[in-house]
Structures are given as C-alpha cells and as structure tokens.
Nanobody, 125 residues
Framework: QVQLVESGGGSVQAGGSLTLSCVAS????????MGWFRQVPGKQREGVAS????????YYADSVNGRFTISQDNNKGMVFLQMNSLEPEDTAMYYC???????????????????WGQGTQVTVS
C-alpha cells in the first residue's frame, strides 16, 4: 500500500519561505513521478511542481516558476518543495502525489496521479 505523508505547512508573511516535505512508503521513487498540487476551497486542484525521480527532471507551473524548487532524496523516499517569495495567492492546501508515469505533457495534471497524501495547509498573509 502506497502512503504519502506531507509536513512543513504553516503560516508565513508575504515574501517569506517554507519547505514542504513528503515521505513516501510502499513506493519506489527511483523511476516514478512525484508531484505537488494545491487546492483552494471551491477551485480545482492545481499542479504546482513535479519531478521525474528517475532522472530528477523537474516541472513547474508558470505561477511558481523561479520561486519554488522541487527536489528529492530517493534514499529516504522523500520529495521536497522549497517555496520562496511566497504570496497571498499561494495560500492553499498542498498535496503530495505519486504517479507511475511522468510524461512531460501531463506531469502537472492531477488525473495522472493515483496516490495522494492528506495535505498540509499553507497560509500566506
């Protein structure tokens, strides 16, 4: 059974930084796709960043490119999202997700991901 557990969310002032962490168990990260998504109540879930873990190739949404960085530690089964220059518009519940496939065209598409964590709240004021 694949389990994903996020941590690191919290409240921060605009311009600040946070780092989210996701621990994956029951899953081999070495050849798969791990992603970070966010959702605000009443809106669709949005792909923020993902990484093809086999080659550490990252993908970013335009809204966060240059401010967020996704990284991985395959030995520990972890993926991270470093978020800098946070804006109030970044406020959302952030989810970690895992997929068996990572085609570039769908790397940020939520339907491509089968496994999801419970989420961690990020609030920027």
């Amino acid at each position: 059974q694949v389990q994903l557990v996020e941590s690191g969310g919290g409240s921060v002032q605009a311009g600040g930084s946070l780092t989210l962490s996701c621990v994956a168990s029951g899953w081999s990260m070495k050849t798969q796709c791990m992603g970070w998504f966010r959702q605000v109540p009443g809106k669709q879930r949005e792909g923020v960043a993902s990484i093809y873990t086999g080659a550490a190739v990252p993908y970013y949404a335009d809204s966060v490119n240059g401010r967020f960085t996704i990284s991985q530690d395959n030995n520990k089964g972890m993926v991270f999202l470093q978020m800098n220059s946070l804006e109030p518009e970044d406020t959302a519940m952030y989810y970690c997700a895992a997929s068996a496939t990572c085609p570039p065209m769908y790397a940020l598409a939520s339907w491509n991901y089968k496994f999801w964590g419970q989420g961690t709240q990020v609030t920027v004021s």
